[in-house]
């Protein structure tokens, strides 16, 4: 019977419960499609226009244009090639200084070396002041605390010894850490040299009296690692730093 009566509508489709034709589908999806503004459009593209006019405007897939970039775009990348122009222009003044008289080598050998001293810091600052002291008995009665303080095997063990060897050492490892910035370095100990214009008695001299005292606790703490080339490396190096340190003494 529905053979006879020939094609129903979509509404007597609805009330039989059968599904139409994917063929009427087809036709009619495309006629209420193409019978819209936005049907148009799709029609228009599967007929191969190279035109879809949408919300951001009309895009032509034929052309080869480049997309829109975004208007701060190019303000961000010149602010990011400023930024990279500017921290290239502080690594170029990054340098250490010439009166070092160390090659980049050297400094690249002193900066390595250093990490095990870095790492047993204090333990490096008593053992320069045990030799210091040792060697230089006017210059222990300056210091109030360890004026009186004997030097026995049990004066490793002297707390208040550790924690300035910490402090004096703590300056001498920024600086060697600090080494191929030259600002850095000299700034850090010149300032802490100046401190030391409070204490009755000092001059600008007594900071050599450290010299053979550091490379004999660097020694020890670098063990079979302390070779001549290493040795001739740190004696440059804490010859530039007493430098500095008298000369900023001087200058305050």
């Keep these: 019977q529905l053979c006879i009566a020939g094609p129903l509508t979509a509404q007597q489709h609805r009330h039989t419960g059968f599904a139409r034709p994917a ?30 006019k949408g919300r951001l405007g009309s895009v032509r897939f034929s052309d080869k244009r480049q997309p829109r970039q975004c208007p701060y775009a190019a303000d961000a990348g010149a602010e990011a090639d400023g930024s990279a122009s500017g921290q290239q222009q502080a690594e170029a003044k990054k340098e250490a200084d010439p009166k070092l008289g160390l090659t980049e080598r050297e400094v690249y050998k002193l900066k390595t070396s250093w990490k095990a001293v870095h790492r047993k810091v204090s333990d490096t600052g008593v053992e320069m002041f045990i030799s210091l002291f040792r060697t230089n008995k006017d210059l ?23 924690l300035h060897g910490e402090l004096v ?42 010299e053979q005292p550091f490379l004999e606790a660097v020694k020890l703490t670098l063990e079979d690692r302390y ?26």
């Excluded at 009186?148 to 550790?162: C, P, T």
């Design 169 to 210: 050492m703590g300056i001498l490892d920024e600086a060697i850490l600090n080494i191929d910035n030259m600002e850095v370095t000299r700034q850090r100990v010149r300032r802490a040299a100046a401190t030391h214009q409070k204490f009755a008695g000092f001059y600008a001299k007594l900071f050599w009296a450290m």
């Design 227 to 252: 070779n001549d080339s290493i040795a001739e490396i740190y004696a440059k190096t804490i010859h530039y730093i007493l430098g500095e340190m008298e000369a900023g003494f001087l200058e305050n």
């Design 23 to 52: 063929s009427e589908r087809s036709r009619s999806a495309s006629g209420h499609q193409f019978g819209t503004k936005q049907g148009q459009a799709a029609q228009r593209t599967l007929m191969g226009c190279t035109q879809f």
């Design 140 to 162: 222990q009665a300056m210091f109030v605390k360890f004026s009186h303080l004997e030097l026995s095997d049990n004066i490793r063990e002297n707390g208040e010894l550790a």
